[in-house]
């Protein structure tokens, strides 16, 4: 197991009807507020009323920010940042999935900074201070509401970067597994492959030996297997959304990473395509991360064979641990093409046209690798993307 250091700060307020009390927790941070989040399905459901009563009822003040979108953009961050420094704003309360929270993430880090916000994203510069952020959660997904990461796309180029520093961590996250119920089968879908994918990422590691965080990880991803089906054909299945959306914030909470190196190349290469072709991260996750493991098994075939019979029940064959190694592969694309994912980037409307382009941008030119598990350079990257491409 390898030295670490553990700290999440994030307060969880879990369970039926939490969101009424965001009043109280945003008043602990702050009494003006930035209110910052998506578009119509927030009001639509009732859900923004409820949360603008509660902060009336506290005394807070806020001001609203919509218009986030998936791949959440930079020219909205710097409105965000503009609108905090006007008016004074010292919390940012996103609602939302993780596009929302991330955007909000980086208002917060961008509003005391002299510099544009996008450095920190090209690791020009390091954030020193944050407005605090809250969350509340309505996609089980990205893991942000309880994490020290967020994307960001920027337009010009459409480049989509991530930055991972402390003081992302939100003040605090109200998690109603309820206000998951009305989601469309595809967001659920693409929301199940990003969960999956931040415990895989953290699974294939070189690090040795981690058998305590090895059945952490295996056991949140067998129960995500066995609840996303619950979720899809039960909508109001208040126990298996549960189990989704706390699988989903321990996933990307850290305390998984403990001890262990995780990989991430699948991550920054996903970056690329969805950057590029503005596809939902969890869809372009489930075709980067199979090809990635065809990719790269040979490295360490014994782990990807423990993969596969821990987490997908296939009978192991001690006299050829590759079969075994592809065997859980296949399990895996086939369980995704079972809730409607494809594990193609074809279906998603990529084209062999624009690989090039994002193996390069992934590499910067071929000056850098991604990834830990195997190092990906620009050859790498592109033989993956051929590979999730056919």
Excluded at 75 to 96: D, F, M, T, Y
Excluded at 148 to 166: C, F, I, P, Q
Excluded at 242 to 261: D, F, I, K, P, Q
Excluded at 287 to 296: D, E, T
């Amino acid at each position: 197991m390898d030295n670490f250091v553990f700290r999440n700060p994030t307060r969880i307020i879990f369970g039926r009807n939490a969101e009424t009390g965001v009043g109280k927790e945003a008043l602990a941070a702050a009494s003006r507020i930035l209110l910052h989040f998506g578009g119509a399905s927030a009001e639509k459901s009732g859900l923004l009323g409820r949360i603008r009563a509660s902060l009336k009822a506290a005394g807070v003040e806020w001001v609203e920010l919509p218009g986030v979108v998936p791949n959440p953009r930079l020219s909205l961050v710097h409105q965000g940042i503009a609108l905090c420094r006007e008016r004074g704003l010292g919390l940012i309360l996103a609602v939302g999935g993780g596009s929302v929270i991330d955007s909000a993430k980086a208002i917060a880090v961008g509003v005391p900074y002299s510099g544009d916000v996008w450095d920190f994203y090209t690791g020009k510069a390091r954030p020193s201070e944050s407005l605090p952020v809250g969350t509340v959660l309505t996609i089980p997904a990205a893991g942000s509401e309880a994490s020290s990461g967020s994307v960001l796309t920027n337009e010009e180029g459409w480049y989509k970067r991530a930055l991972d520093d402390e003081l992302l961590y939100p003040r605090f996250s109200i998690l109603n597994p309820e206000l998951a119920f009305s989601l469309p089968p595809g967001q659920i879908a693409n929301g199940v492959a990003d969960i999956m994918a931040h415990l895989m990422e953290r699974y294939f590691t070189n690090s040795r030996p981690v058998e305590l965080t090895d059945r952490l990880i295996e056991g949140t991803l067998r129960t995500v297997i066995h609840v996303a089906p619950r979720v899809l054909a039960e909508r109001d299945n208040y126990d298996a959304w549960a189990e989704l959306m706390w699988s989903g914030c321990v996933a990307h909470n850290n305390s998984l990473s403990t001890g262990r190196e995780g990989d991430w190349a699948s991550h920054d290469i996903e970056h690329e395509v969805s950057g590029i072709y503005d596809v939902a991260h969890g869809a372009g996750l489930a075709a980067i991360i199979p090809a990635w493991m065809k990719f790269v098994y040979r490295h360490d075939v014994a782990r990807f064979a423990q993969y596969a019979v821990r987490v997908w029940g296939v009978e192991q064959s001690f006299d050829d641990p590759e079969r075994t190694a592809l065997a859980g592969i296949a399990r895996l694309e086939s369980f995704w093409n079972s809730i409607g994912l494809a594990t193609r980037l074809s279906a998603l409307g990529v084209g062999r046209d624009r690989l090039a382009e994002m193996a390069a941008k992934c590499s910067s030119g071929g000056t850098k690798t991604v990834g830990h598990f195997v190092p990906i350079g620009e050859k790498e990257a592109r033989g993956i993307l051929d590979l999730a491409l056919q």
